[in-house]
């Protein structure tokens, strides 16, 4: 049973910087598409950023610029870079995997909120 394990968040100023990570446990990395998502409450989630095994990202226009997702896939961990926060960040980040064979191609950053393992999340609070 594959686990996925959100750090790094925490609380900035507008303007900081945080990086998240996520390990995923009990499978092979390879086998699975990853992204994060975002939630607030009383919102939708929303996808954030994906990456395919080859690092070829995509990110939400929001973030795109400031945001930037990458992976160690010998240590089985992703991550997401988070500059030039603002208030609007403010979420619960999950990082998210689904298993890569019902896709052929992992899908963009509009899926990740619909994958199939996420972990407990980790929150970001970023105060103007």
């Known amino acids: 049973q594959v686990q996925l394990t959100e750090s790094g968040g925490g609380s900035v100023q507008s303007g900081g910087s945080l990086k998240l990570s996520c390990r995923l446990s009990?499978?092979?990395?390879?086998?699975?598409?990853m992204g994060w998502y975002r939630e607030v409450p009383g919102k939708a989630r929303e996808g954030v950023a994906a990456?395919?095994?080859?690092?070829?990202?995509t990110y939400v226009d929001s973030v795109k610029g400031r945001f930037t997702i990458s992976q160690d896939i010998a240590k089985s961990t992703l991550y997401l870079e988070m500059n030039n926060l603002r208030a609007e960040d403010t979420a619960m980040y999950f990082c998210a995997a689904d298993d890569r064979v019902g896709w052929g191609e992992c899908p963009t950053y509009r899926e990740t909120a619909g994958f199939g393992y996420w972990g407990q999340g980790t929150q970001v609070t970023v105060s103007s």
């Open positions: 990456i395919e095994i080859d690092s070829t990202a």
């Open positions: 009990g499978d092979s990395y390879r086998s699975y598409c």
